[in-house]
């Protein structure tokens, strides 16, 4: 069975631009959640979907935004790029909306913003 | 606010050597926890999950385990071989997933 999948592998943008961001997660998954990783640290929870709910948010600005369709998949888009959302963007997906579910990763989307 | 501390931060070690990685957590009321693996640049890997019920994981070379009281996990790994050098990272489930910041481990030949 195909893993969670997520594209582009890697996208180059210009401050100011719009990025969005695709996610496939594992089949009869219905949970997806985004991570950002910045260089260095550990992924940063932005979004939950489940069922095409917004499920969980974590502390990102309103340029973040993510929606999850009927087949399950997931876009996130950034408004207004600024140089700090350069980053590794995670997809993970669950069988279930709760957390003691363990999450699949993606390989991930590297954003860099010139 | 969970807050996830792994110690140490960067870990070299010869090929053989059995080693142990520390993860601390400040919400005791998690639902799991969970320890990743992540080779550079790449996404991650799931290497164990222990649920909040459970004391300890076991999978080939790996074991983890799980004290919430203390608010502390860690993961064993015995025999180390160079193929094992990555970042580790756990990973408690609360009201969200939240990250440590991981620990970079190497294993020279």
């Known amino acids: 069975d195909a893993g969670v999948t997520q594209s582009p592998t890697h996208l180059i943008k210009t401050r100011g631009q719009h990025v969005t961001l695709r996610c496939s997660p594992i089949?009869?998954?219905?949970?997806v959640s985004w991570y950002q990783q910045v260089l260095g640290q550990g992924p940063q929870f932005i979004f939950q979907?489940?069922?095409?709910?917004?499920?969980g948010r974590g502390n990102f600005p309103d340029r973040f935004s993510a929606r999850q369709f009927p087949n399950y998949s997931s876009e996130l888009n950034v408004n207004a790029l600024l140089l700090g959302d350069s980053a590794l963007y995670l997809c993970?997906?669950?069988?279930?909306?709760?957390?003691?579910?363990?999450?699949?990763f993606g390989p991930g989307t590297r954003l860099t913003v010139l | 606010k969970q807050e996830v501390t792994q110690i140490p931060a960067a870990l070299s070690v010869p090929e053989g050597e059995n080693l142990v990685l520390n993860c601390s957590f400040t919400?005791?009321?998690?639902?799991?926890l969970q320890w990743f693996r992540q080779d550079p640049g790449k996404g991650l890997t799931s290497l164990l999950l222990?649920?909040?019920?459970?004391r300890e994981q076991t999978s080939g070379r790996l074991n983890a385990s799980l004290d919430k009281s203390s608010g502390r996990s860690t993961l064993y790994i015995a025999a180390s071989q160079p193929g094992d050098s990555a970042t580790y990272l756990c990973?408690?489930?609360?009201?969200?997933?939240?990250f440590g910041s991981g620990t970079q481990l190497t294993v020279l030949p």
């Open positions: 089949s009869g998954h219905k949970s």
């Open positions: 979907y489940y069922e095409k709910e917004e499920r």
């Open positions: 919400d005791s009321a998690i639902y799991n």
């Open positions: 993970a997906s669950s069988m279930v909306v709760a957390l003691n579910n363990e999450q699949f």
């Open positions: 222990i649920q909040s019920s459970q």
């Open positions: 990973c408690g489930s609360a009201r969200q997933l939240t």
